[in-house]
């Protein structure tokens, strides 16, 4: 069974930095690229960033780059998301996920509030 189990949000002042991190078990998890995505309240769920299979190529909405950085390790089965700079609309629920030919997995996401 694929689990994707994210951590690290938390409560943070404005200027301010987290890191999350997504543990993914049941799969071989080198062989798929890793998003990370968030939800604010009211409005859609938006990718942030992603990340190829060995960590050769990221991707990052526009609102994120040179603030947010994505990261894995294929030995340890996790994905992370360095967050810099925190402003308060970066405050949402943030998701971890992997997308594989017959569909998707999410996890079960990790509040991140940044006050102002």
């Known amino acids: 069974q694929v689990q994707l189990v994210e951590s690290g949000g938390g409560l943070v002042q404005a200027g301010g930095s987290l890191r999350l991190s997504c543990a993914a078990s049941?799969?071989?998890?080198?062989?798929?690229?890793m998003s990370w995505y968030r939800q604010a309240p009211g409005k859609e769920r938006e990718l942030v960033a992603s990340i190829s299979t060995v960590g050769g190529s990221t991707n990052y909405a526009d609102s994120v780059k040179d603030r947010f950085t994505i990261s894995r390790d294929n030995a340890k089965g996790t994905v992370y998301l360095q967050m810099n700079i925190l402003k308060p609309e970066d405050t949402a629920v943030y998701y971890c996920n992997l997308k594989y030919w017959g569909g998707q997995y999410w996890g079960q996401g990790t509040q991140v509030t940044v006050s102002s």
């Open positions: 049941g799969l071989t998890f080198s062989r798929y690229a």
